[in-house]
């Protein structure tokens, strides 16, 4: 019998920082006379969004911002200023009634790095990622083509989300959801706290 779909988050979910930590990780590295203009290049050009969209790699964008360093930067700021929850890979190993597939929006490079680094790649059926296929979440489009390409029913995939608004646009075309709530958020629907209280939810969800 097939196994059902999970969809997951990266931020937020399977690393503790649900916003990372970029633009604080980028002003701590430049001076405070560079600061008006860094957070310009995050709010009003974006850059960070449209890396995410898969609009420029992650050296042009690091580049962009003025990393002298790209490369090095990048390594510093994934292994160094993200946590991996402990409870991730305990939860992934015992995970026998769900087919995991990563639901994130992140620069490619990014993920594909995390991912390596934190040998995460053995627990994924798939990995949909929005640098890759040039749209995110919450943006319908974004589910539609996710159960297009695993060629899944809505009613078959579970969603985890730390996002209230990611999780609202999956459960409008029929996806189960369950809230990651590390925030304190409101979301009117199934909430659990950590990987614990998200292995005995999905017990009920088969």
């Known amino acids: 019998m097939e196994k059902n779909v999970l969809l997951i988050d990266m931020y937020g979910v399977i690393i503790q920082e649900s916003k990372g930590n970029f633009i604080p990780y980028t002003l701590s590295h430049f001076p405070e006379a560079e600061h008006q203009r860094l957070l310009g290049a995050f709010r009003q050009e974006q850059l960070f969004t449209r890396a995410g969209n898969g609009e420029m790699g992650a050296e042009e964008f690091l580049k962009k911002l003025g990393y002298a360093d790209p490369v090095g930067a990048m390594k510093d700021y994934l292994e160094n200023w993200l946590t991996l929850d402990a409870g991730f890979i305990p939860f992934a190993k015992g995970q026998k009634d769900f087919d995991l597939v990563l639901l994130s929006n992140d620069v490619a490079e990014w993920n594909r790095y995390l991912m390596e680094f934190h040998g995460l790649d053995q627990f994924f059926e798939d990995v949909i990622v929005s640098g890759q296929v040039h749209m995110r979440k ?69």
């Open 138 to 206: 919450p943006r319908e489009e974004m589910f539609r083509y996710t159960l297009e390409r695993l060629g899944r029913p809505a009613r078959e995939c579970v969603f985890v989300d730390n996002c209230a608004d990611n999780l609202r646009a999956a459960k409008r075309l029929g996806i189960r959801t369950v809230h990651f709530n590390r925030d304190g958020e409101p979301y009117e629907g199934c909430q659990v706290k950590n990987f614990q209280e998200l292995a005995r939810t999905l017990a009920g969800k088969r």
